[in-house]
Every structure is written in structure tokens, then in C-alpha cells.
């Protein structure tokens, strides 16, 4: 595929927010024109995307708010924060014993409580989410609580466009991207449900922006080391995101050109130790223990259970749980990783996979991969934004109107599963067993088994796979890897239809002679015409 089949506009720049800081935007005059069709600045994008996103989060809320109650693990958060706001405790049982729950959970509910060796009573769950949404609560209850989680996600998808301009993508396929992220993704399913993922996809999305990029304010190295300090508050698992992004950050702050190295050192790391001190002193205090996450710790969950193979096949594959199946917008994510992978896009790839292949491995590794009653995805709905790089990066390359209207299509389809869930929300959390209900009932609509053609990894447990079920998911594997390397091996376009990244966040190899698109420095960079203004910290 070519670059002929969508007119471009002149300029083989991209006037990113950050490109001063991300990437080379030297012209070259033998380069391909961007394919940037948008006109509109990226701040007018911007409030659109988050105008859009607000009403449609707020619209699935209220349908979430109306049509059920709390499942999962939701009613649990909000009992630790009755215990917060009415009790002034982190002692979650004297909820449980006075059943304060029935407000918002009208049936008996089983206490979400450990017994350490000494008889102490430990929580399952970390008490960081309830501290930040408490005041919302107090106010409108449930739906205070609820409607924190949509201002979450709507920040979720500016911060996701946002980082596609910082890394060199145009308006246009920055705007789809973040659009399709929006609505046929992880972050439209957690949008208006109390879990932990949401809050941390935002604030890892956050240190990921400021890593990546070669200078930054006090503010944002404040910012990005009080995010991934926060990490382990919101649920002890984060500890496998926030400590490689932690060496990342460190990284930053030495090869950056922001002058005095102890000051840039101390707001960059200040504020996570503190917070990392912060929850250790509290959980001792409390609960006895310094684990990231005391009840979990004493109910023996956790990484290294199963093979990382059965968990990784169920994270992608799963008809109940998986990506690909209830996202599957996410395809792209495949071809985007290899689609020609560029000498000068290395250090992007190996930040994302520092960051994200240890936390994934982990949990990967865990009996209960899928999370327990919960909606799909929910392990990895930390790290899916960051993955939208490699789908605006796809869409980019290819440049062609098909590919425009096949990412489209996906993302309508994972948004069709999910708004399906709101409007029947007992269909959106699911055990291990099957049909997966919004799959089936679409399939009805269509006269098309759906649910039946994908595998249902998460149905045998701890059993042997069914043969029929490796089969399928061998099948789809091989389908998903079979298309991207024929986009891999077809896809002729320039390699310069995406400026390189230079992030100097790693040393570059010996050897490697820089270009006129890597320039020695900050300063050898400069713009043709003054970047679009820059995106709040």
C-alpha cells in the first residue's frame, strides 16, 4: 500500500507538542509530505476528544448506575471507603459487621478479609483508590465515586493523544487513534467502574510521557514521580510497573539537559520514596506486615503459579477475558510492533517493553489470571494505552483509507461488546465459564456464533487445555501473525512518513553515527515554524 490513495498536505514535518523534546523535525526535502489532513490545532482536538469522551462516559455511567449494582470487586472498594469517610478506619470489618454495604449492594456479600498467623484480620484490597474518590463519595455516593472514574478516563484519552503527538504522529491518525482507544478499548470498559486499573493506566501514562521525553519541567518530573510513587497504593502488583519506570525515570533525569542534576534528581524521586515509604509505614502500623498488598500477601496470591505461556494465551486469546477478542481494535498493536521496525524507533520500543513486559509476564504467571469475576482485560488495562503508539504508528505507515475504515470498523466492534454490558450489566463481569453473554447475544443479533469460533482458555482452569480450545487459539494466533506479516512484507511506504524518535534515553550502540534526523543534542534541534503549543503537564 502507497501514499497515493489519500492526498497529503505539504510539509514533511510534524509540529508535535513536544516535538522540540521527541523528535526531529529538521526538514528534509526529499522526504514524503505528511499525511496530516487536520487543520484544527492540537489544543482544539484535544477538548473535542475530551468533550466527546465525557458525554459518552457519562451516558454509559448513568446507564451502569440505573440498570445494576456494584459487582466484582467494586462493592469491596466501596466498603473500604465507608470505612474511610464514616468510620475514619482502615478496618474494613466493622462494614462489614454493621452492613453498611446495603446501601449500595442490597444482599448479603462475602468479606473480602485474610487472617494473618497472628488471627489479624488483613484487606484484599489496597485503600488507594478509596483515598482519592472519598471526597466524591461523601458528596454523591456511589455515583460520586463513579463519576471520578469518568474524569480518570476522559484524562486517560487526552494524555493517549497527547503522547501520539509527543512521539511524532499526526493530527489525524493521533485524533483517530486516541478516538478509537476512547471508545472500543479497555478505557470505555473501566470508564464507569470502581476498579484500580483505570487510575493506574492514567498515572503510568503519565511517567511514560514525561520518560519519553528529552526535557522537563520540576513539575513533571514532580508529577511523574508522585505517579508511579502512587502506583502501589492503588494495588501491590503496580510495584512490577512503577520500579522499571522508576529506572527509566532516573535515566531521563541524567542524559536530560535540564541543569542542575540534584534538583532535577530530588523532585524526580522525592516524591515516590516518600510515597513508597508512606504505604509501607501504613501497612506495618495497620496491619502488621509490610507487603504492598497485606491480604494478598496472607491469602497467597500472586505471581509464578502457572505457566507464563497457558496465563499470556488467555490475556490475548480468552472469548471471556482476552484482548483480541472483546478489543479487537487491538490487532494493530501486532503489525504496529514490527511493521519495519526502525533502527531509530529502538529506544521507544525497549521503554514500552521495560516497562510493560515484567508486569504482564507476572501476572501472566498468576492461578487467577483472568482476575476473578471481573470485566475483560482487566489485568492489562494498566498498560493498554501505552500500546497505542503501535496502532497510530500502523495507521500512519499504511496511510490508505482501507486501513482507516478496518480500524474503525474493530474498534465499533469492541464498542458494540461493551455498550451492550451497559445496557445489561450483568453481562459485563464474567467467571470462567462459558458464553461469553455480550459476544452470544451479538452473535443472536446476527445469526452468527461468535463466542463459538474463539477459545475459552479460562473455562478449564487449572486443568489441561481442551485440545479443541489449543486448537483455536493456535489458529487465531497464527491468523493475527500471518496478517501482520503480510502488512509487513506489502506495506512499501517511506520509512520517513513517521519522523524518527530520537529520545537520548538510552546510549546509543557503538558504532551508530547520527544523521541529520539524530541530531547530537537538544539544542541541534530546531523547528521550521513554532511548535503547536505544548500539552499540560
Known sequence: ??????????????????????????????????????????RSIAMLLGLISLVVYALAARLRLVNGIPQGDEPHYLIATVALAEYHTFDIGVVYDNRDYLSFFPEEIERHLSPDENGQMLPWHNFGAPLLWVPFFLLWGRAGATGFMVVVAVLTVLHVFWFLRELGIVRLYATLT??????????YVYSNSLFTESLAALLLLYAMRVICRRDNSSASL???????GYLPWLNGRFLALALPAALLLLLRVRRSGNGDGIRAYSWAFGPMLL???????????????????????????????????????????DREFGLFPNFPVLVFVVIGIGLGIPWVRWQLDA????????????????????AGFAPPGRYLAVVVPLLAFYVAVTLQRIHHWLAILIAA????????????????PGDRFHWPTPPNQAMSNLGRLLDLPIAEYLPGLSVSKDDPIPMDEAILTVGWALVIAMLAAAVWIFENAPPERVPPLDLRLFPNPPGRRRTASSPAGPEAVTAERPPASRPPT
Open 351 to 370: 521503554a514500552v517493553g521495560f516497562v510493560a513486559m515484567p508486569y504482564v509476564l507476572a501476572t501472566a504467571t498468576y492461578s487467577e489470571w483472568w
Open 409 to 424: 470498523i474493530t474498534g465499533l466492534v469492541g464498542f458494540a461488546f461493551n455498550f451492550a454490558t451497559d445496557l445489561y
Open 222 to 228: 514532580c508529577l511523574a514521580s508522585m505517579s508511579l
Open 275 to 317: 510515597l513508597f515509604g508512606a504505604l509501607g509505614a501504613l501497612n506495618y502500623l495497620c496491619f502488621n506486615t509490610f507487603h504492598p498488598s497485606p491480604g494478598n500477601g496472607v491469602k497467597g496470591v500472586g505471581p509464578l503459579q502457572i505457566s507464563p505461556v497457558r496465563g499470556l494465551a488467555g490475556l490475548l486469546f
Open 1 to 42: 500500500m502507497t501514499s497515493q490513495f489519500l492526498p497529503e498536505s505539504s510539509g514533511a514535518q510534524v509540529d508535535g507538542p513536544a516535538s522540540k523534546s521527541t523528535i526531529s523535525t529538521e526538514r528534509n526535502e526529499s522526504a514524503p509530505t505528511s499525511p496530516d489532513q487536520l487543520r484544527l490545532s492540537d
Open 178 to 187: 486516541a478516538g478509537l482507544f476512547a471508545v472500543g478499548t479497555t478505557i
